[in-house]
């Protein structure tokens, strides 16, 4: 385990690991995608009382979940960083941003969309969507955090303080419709009660979830990938990769 953990620390070995799942994850997830958004918007049954405006919680949904345990790497990354001061760790942490920034400005705009025929309005300063809005500032600050400075240690060293500072945030979207008097509908997947969405909805939701979970993961090693190579461009092994080469 150790071993594996510490090879995980050689940017060349997981230039290359990585290289051997890229094709079977990213296949994976667009089959999952196209399966589920076929099946969510040409098969799942209307809803009884949004109609066809629910059918976008196939994007919603899992955009939003993706954004949430994405932030969760990105933490895990900087406490790592912080700890044991892993290069790999920094390299996750900054690739980890502007990817979880996009989930969680999908996650927005797919829930304004819905949101306008359900509630009437794009928005609302409702404590599920404000938390969701600081998780997107939050993402930004850590990209605009490591842009600001140009000793790129110091500011892994300040992006990994503010990605556990931010840590404090999940719970509170997690928690905040129960929290708190709450337009957002409370959760209808539930891993410890029966969940309250339909198996006909339910079914399409989790191809297109683990679809989008496989498109993170598939983003997040291309764009640790391009990073390494920037980062190591003045490396034997990155030359060697310009030219062509193989071990």
């Given at each position: 385990?150790?071993s594996?953990?510490h090879?995980?620390g050689?940017?060349?070995?997981f ?8 094709p ?5 997830a667009v ?6 958004t076929i ?33 969760y790497?990105?933490?895990?990354a900087?406490?790592?960083?912080l ?5 790999m ?8 941003a502007?990817?979880?920034a996009?989930?969680?400005?999908l996650?927005?705009?797919s ?5 306008k025929?359900?509630?009437g309005t ?8 404000t938390s969701m ?5 939050l ?14 240690v ?27 008097y ?13 969940s ?5 909805m ?11 979970y496989?498109f ?5 090693l ?15 092994w ?9 071990d």
């Amino acid at each position: 385990m150790w071993s594996f953990f510490h090879k995980l620390g050689s940017p060349r070995w997981f230039y290359q690991i990585s290289g051997r799942f890229l094709p079977w994850i990213s296949v994976t997830a667009v089959s999952l995608l196209v399966v589920g958004t076929i099946w969510g918007l040409a098969f799942a049954p209307e809803d009884f009382k949004q109609g066809n405006s629910y059918r976008i919680m196939f994007v919603h949904v899992p955009t939003a979940m993706v954004a949430l345990v994405g932030y969760y790497v990105m933490a895990a990354a900087g406490a790592v960083s912080l700890i044991w001061r892993m290069k790999m760790a920094d390299v996750v942490m900054r690739s980890c941003a502007p990817i979880g920034a996009a989930m969680t400005f999908l996650a927005l705009l797919s829930g304004a969309i819905w949101g306008k025929p359900t509630w009437g309005t794009w928005w609302v300063w409702d404590a599920r969507i404000t938390s969701m809005l600081v998780l997107l500032f939050l993402y930004l600050g850590v990209i605009a955090l490591y842009e600001a400075y140009d000793n790129k240690v110091a500011a892994g060293r300040a992006c990994a303080v503010l990605s556990l500072v931010g840590m404090v945030n999940i719970p509170i979207i997690y928690k905040s419709v129960d929290w708190w008097y709450s337009l957002h509908q409370p959760a209808s997947i539930k891993l410890t009660e029966e969940s309250t969405i339909h198996s006909s909805m339910l079914q399409p939701l989790l191809f297109t979830a683990a679809g989008f979970y496989l498109f993170y993961a598939t983003a997040l090693l291309l764009y640790i990938r391009a990073e390494l190579v920037f980062r190591e461009q003045n490396t034997r092994w990155v030359r060697d990769l310009a030219l062509g080469k193989r071990d």
